[in-house]
């Protein structure tokens, strides 16, 4: 079992940054990769980026390439995103999620086995 608690949200203007963290319950954290999702109001939800158990390897959509990074510390059981250059299609709710190493598809949320509650972020123009 893991649990997952996402925090770092907030509002900021375009343009600006913010640094998302999730804390991970649990011994079996650097068992998993850990994914950030999120979902804009009306939008479905979608893969921001992921990051191998080992923290060797990530992707990211390509909207938010280098712009955002995600990072991971497992002696801390946490997964950070920080995002810069924010901008207003940004603003969505982000989720952190653990999926299983080897396993599932890393873009498809579907894949994961746990999720945070979500935290808001809310961009301004």
């Known amino acids: 079992q893991v649990q997952l608690v996402e925090s770092g949200g907030g509002l900021v203007q375009a343009g600006g940054s913010l640094r998302l963290s999730c804390a991970a319950s649990?011994?079996?954290?650097?068992?998993?990769?850990m994914g950030w999702f999120r979902q804009g109001p009306g939008k479905e939800r979608e893969f921001v980026a992921v990051?191998?158990?080992?923290?060797?390897?990530?992707y990211y959509r390509d909207s938010v390439k280098g712009r955002f990074t995600i990072s991971r510390d497992n002696a801390k059981n946490t997964v950070d995103l920080q995002m810069n250059s924010l901008k207003p299609e940004d603003t969505a709710v982000y989720y952190c999620?653990?999926?299983?190493?080897?396993?599932?598809?890393?873009?498809?949320?579907?894949?994961?086995?746990?999720w945070g509650q979500g935290t808001q972020v809310t961009v301004s123009s």
């Open positions: 649990g011994r079996t954290f650097s068992s998993y990769d």
């Open positions: 999620a653990a999926k299983r190493r080897y396993s599932g598809n890393s873009y498809d949320g579907n894949g994961y086995e746990y």
């Open positions: 990051i191998s158990w080992s923290g060797g390897i990530t």
